[in-house]
């Protein structure tokens, strides 16, 4: 019988993107929340490099990092594909592509967070010129990043459709706005409509609690850091 079990933590935009892909995929899994402040030995254990979630174990062999986790998936459970047929090699690697790029680009939504003032401004401008590059380029007329249905690339994107809105307002900013980026807005709706992405979105309410004192701490750290 096939075991598969996912070490996650709830506030983690990376865990959610396996979680996400192993609903679409249907595939039943044991989800193990872990203590980040306190770790398990087991996650220790099956990953002793990085020490972080999420680390897929499927019938006792770790995988471990969300992009690899989620090529895994895709490799391992055929139906409901995350990538285009074998046959359209550019479209698969247009999916990498983003999936990497969204990656790349993570520290200035970070940014949001942990900053105010000018850096903050700085940010929101790095942050709208990252949106316009995915609203043009990635997304154009398509519904979703793969096509018509949600794949790989889309599960890479899914912090802006689960947890951004909180940022933005815990920020005091709005980047993603309809007038603006009516696509992404459009693709954000699409996503969250999805059934199996729905039913795991994490609660708004103890998100915002959650990035508030998060957001609190790292601009208190920085501001102790500059009297240094």
Known sequence: MEEVKLFGAWPS??????IWALELKGVKYEYIEEDLSNKSDLLLQYNPIHKKIPVLVHNGKPISESHVIL?????TWPGNPLLPSLEDPHGRASARFWTKFIDDKALPFAMLLMTDGEELEKAAKEVREILKILEEQGLGEKDFFGG?????ADLAMGLIASSFGVIEELAGVKVLNGDEFPGLCNWVKKFKENPAIKKNLPDPDQMFVYYKQKREMLINSRAALSYK
């Open 71 to 75: 090529e895994y998936i895709e490799e």
């Open 13 to 18: 935009p990376y865990g959610y993107r396996v």
């Open 148 to 152: 018509n249905e949600i794949g790989l």
